[in-house]
């Protein structure tokens, strides 16, 4: 891609908005960019792989503000690869440690589910099983931070 890129077909190349694009521009991350005449952005060659690899990055846990910082590094000539191999590093041994508390939730999980199959089984219809109080009794099913926990009632991505 040898022509400069306005924001409309830069975003439909990279699969980003616009306003993603100018919020990347504030930050640092995009660099380069003209005006025209007529004060709209221009984006030059090879600005859809550098938005590739911003969403990648963020894909793998990096901040905008690591990223910018790195990529800023990086732009003025410097070298961030042991930073950003250890920023990497840190977060794969967090995803590590989350699959593990997530594993160990799922299992607790199914136990909870043969229980209060069994509760309900023994439950007369009608009447209340308390399947909720039974939580209590299932200190295992709290892993992790619970504050840094996401909801499972909305499906996000985190790493």
């Keep these: 891609m040898d022509e400069w890129l306005g924001p409309r077909e830069l975003a439909d190349a990279s699969g980003v908005s616009t306003d993603t694009l100018r919020h990347y521009e504030r930050l640092g991350l995009l660099r380069g960019t003209a005006r025209t005449p007529a004060g709209y952005r221009r984006y030059p060659p090879g600005t859809p792989t550098r ?88 200190p295992e099913l709290q892993q992790g931070d619970t504050r840094t926990r996401p909801s499972y009632s909305v499906a996000r991505r985190r790493y």
Aim: with cysteine; proline share 3%; glycine share 6%.
């Design 51 to 138: 938005v590739q690899v911003i969403q990648r990055a963020l894909a793998v846990g990096f901040s905008l503000k690591e990223l910018a910082a790195a990529l800023g590094q990086r732009d003025r000539g410097g070298v961030p690869c042991a930073r950003v191999r250890t920023l990497v590093m840190e977060r794969l041994a967090a995803l590590d440690e989350r699959l593990r508390d997530l594993t160990a939730l799922r299992d607790g999980m199914r136990v909870l589910l043969e229980e209060w199959d069994a509760r309900l089984a023994a439950t007369p219809k009608g009447q209340p099983a308390r399947l909720l109080d039974m939580l209590a009794e299932h």
